[in-house]
């Protein structure tokens, strides 16, 4: 399982130059012209988590592991991609094989990097994305329709099926993306089923200006609020200036960063938010070779949350030694977190708690 979050927008918005900063790196040629990306570049991406700093230091670990977490940068999409417009469908095609996406929209003012549609206009540009989406939606549910329709004759038990189908068809016409039903729904099982794009989970990223970094002005306030009315999340950062920190000593960037008024990075709120949008969630290990973050999905239990390390332990699973990390924090040596009762033992039907550090019983 290697979840990943998508990076999709109009041309020229900033997408290679995130991903760039992202990764830490050159890799996706970022350049002032659309379609200047084609093939999509793939970056891991380690999840920034300060918890491992403390525990490495408790337990006076040689190194930390954190967990990683892949971003797709794709190519731009413009106005008719669903119909074949620009690149077309091939990367309606890339987006689909992610699992969430981040949507990043250009908020920043600048004369010398062309906008495809003239000139930055936040809502209509995530219009037009969000349009493209769905009309490819539409097109892969019309071709299942047809498929469910025969089998709804064959066997007028799947009749429900095509009830769900037909709602979600009516959604999308409407302007209602599919991750607006409830998970639980059976358009939302007929959206996983299809692979709808419009399913995925949404971050929305404005790429803001360097004067507005502290202060996202209108443009961002704008993507803000589309954001907040469809229960979507929304983070605003400059891409520009966090990919050139790429290339920088950690020393140095903190330097910028208090000077350009950046406390909290940007770019370690679109990590951590991509996370949390995949329903990934994490659990520690802690020694002296290691401390160790592990991604797992959230309502992982303790044997297959085990399985992430190794297959043997999931097989020989006894029972799994449970601290939360605030625990560990307070009592700082395993004889006080054992006295003050705060060593869990847990079983193979544990539902993992987010920052449980763990050690696992096995048999081999
Ligand atoms: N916040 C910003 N402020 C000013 N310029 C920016 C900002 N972010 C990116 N740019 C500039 O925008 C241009 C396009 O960037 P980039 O190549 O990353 O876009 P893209 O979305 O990947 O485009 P494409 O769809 O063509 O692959 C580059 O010249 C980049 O330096
Ligand atoms: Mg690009």
Redesign the pocket.
């Known amino acids: 399982m290697a979840l990943s979050c998508g990076i999709v927008?109009?041309?020229?918005?900033?997408?290679?130059?995130?991903?760039?900063a992202l990764t830490r790196s050159a890799q996706?040629?970022?350049?002032?012209?659309?379609?200047?990306?084609i093939e999509p570049n793939v970056g891991e991406v380690p999840v920034p988590d300060p918890r491992l700093g403390v525990l490495a230091g408790l337990s006076s670990s040689e190194k930390i592991v954190p967990a990683t977490m892949r971003f797709v940068?794709i190519?731009?999409l413009v106005r008719g991609a669903a119909s074949g417009q620009g690149l077309g469908n091939a990367f309606l095609s890339h987006i689909r094989e992610t699992d969430a996406i981040a949507m990043?929209v250009r908020a920043?003012h600048?004369d010398n990097?062309t906008h495809v549609e003239g000139g930055p206009d936040p809502l209509r540009d995530i219009e037009i994305i969000a349009i493209e989406m769905a009309l490819a939606d539409l097109a892969s549910l019309q071709k299942k329709r047809d498929k469910l329709q025969r089998e709804v004759r064959a066997n007028p038990k799947e009749a429900p099926k095509l009830e769900a189908l037909d709602r979600l068809i009516a959604a999308l016409e409407a302007g209602r993306p599919a991750r607006a039903f409830p998970p639980d729904s059976p358009e939302a099982a007929m959206a996983r089923e299809s692979f709808l794009l419009t399913a995925k989970p949404m971050l929305y990223v404005a790429?803001?200006?360097?004067s507005q970094i502290a202060e996202p002005g209108p443009m961002a306030q704008a993507v803000f609020a589309h954001a907040k009315a469809e229960n979507s999340r929304a983070i605003a950062f400059?891409?520009?200036?966090e990919?050139e920190f790429a290339g920088m000593s950690d020393d140095d960037v903190a330097m910028f960063r208090a000077d350009y008024g950046i406390t909290t990075g940007g770019l370690d709120r679109l990590i951590v938010e991509a996370y949390d949008l995949l329903g990934l969630m994490t659990f520690l290990t802690t020694g002296e070779k290691e401390t160790r973050a592990w991604m797992i999905e959230k309502g992982t239990k303790a044997p297959q949350a085990a399985g992430k390390i190794h297959s043997d332990i999931e097989r020989g699973f006894i029972r799994a030694e449970c601290i939360s990390y605030d625990d560990y924090v307070t009592y700082k040596t395993l004889d006080a977190i054992r006295s003050a009762g705060k060593l869990r033992s847990e079983g193979k039907d544990y539902v993992m708690q987010e920052g449980d550090v763990v050690e696992f019983r096995f048999n081999v």
């Open positions: 927008g109009l041309p020229n918005v900033g997408k290679s130059t995130i991903f760039n996706a040629l970022a350049a002032n012209y659309p379609f200047a990306t940068d190519a731009g990043v920043f600048d990097v790429n803001v200006d360097e400059n891409g520009k200036i990919s």
